[in-house]
């Protein structure tokens, strides 16, 4: 058990054993939040330093999922030498934070970008001391009715669900619901929201499209409803509207070339470090540790959990996994 102090507070690490012999699992007993802005709570933030640290002089960090600025923010904070460039899919996260960006003195640097794509921003590979990717939609845009990512009833929107709304290639979620046929609507919702009542609620919103279109949160959450109960705590329009989601943005692909990505810019001794919400990104991001770990190319792999004061500060973070692993110089 390892004592640590930041900021003045008292926390405790404990380290863990793990089955899977790539991995150290690590849990915090005390928690204090990090907060890059009003409407955003970082994950695991704490953590994210702790595997940071230590980082030479004149470090180049990459946050490929910027979104609120709070890891962001706390890593240039910490490290008053390194710079920082911040891609994100959402440029209006930009926008809402550009005083903040601004008082870095441009040691952050904002890039509009889905992260699968940062390798192009880079002229030299292997030159990035640090990657954070924190996967999975914002607190902004499950919060904003009008981006249509909640089925919360006071959260009623349009059925967009796209996180780069300047992207017209990309489809909506009104229009895979609309369109898509049954067999494919379900087999969409077991593949990525894992729903075991895939086929009864493709069924429902097919006979429902029959009678009129289905263009809003709360219409496609009541269609849900009638057929799938609520019987645990979590509810019964979380996993179709994260199949959803998924589907929309091309969140594995995305995934998967941001991971290999990573690989081409980290020099050897970088941090990679990925943040999960699901167990579809989970399994991946595992599978890609397990993999490159084999290949000799990440090494020292450890898993942070969140604790349970976190989680009850922060109810988003009870399925947060965040994976980390040091680049080698095998390529």
Known sequence: MLARTIKGVNRRLTHCSSSNKYTKIVRWNTYQPISGSDWHVSVLGHQVLEFIDPLRKDAVIVDATFGGGGHSFSILDKFPDCKLYGFDRDETVFELNKTKIDSYEGRC???????SKMSDFFEEKYKVDCILMDIGVSSLQLDTSHR???FRAEKDGPLDMRMDQSDQSLITAAE???????KKLADLLYEYGEERKSRPIAKAICDERKLVKIETT?????????????TTNI?????????????VNDELGELKQGLESAIELLRPGGKLMVITFHSLEAKLVKKFFQTKAKEHILVNQKQYLPTEEEIEFNKRARSAKLKCAIRTANK
């Open 109 to 115: 640097i904002p890039i509009h970008s889905p992260f």
């Open 148 to 150: 249509g990512f909640s």
């Open 176 to 182: 895979i619901i609309n369109t898509y046929p049954e």
């Open 218 to 230: 709360n219409h496609l959450g009541r269609v849900i409803r009638k057929v799938a109960r609520k």
């Open 235 to 247: 509810d019964p329009c979380t996993k179709t509207f994260q199949a959803l989601r998924i589907e």
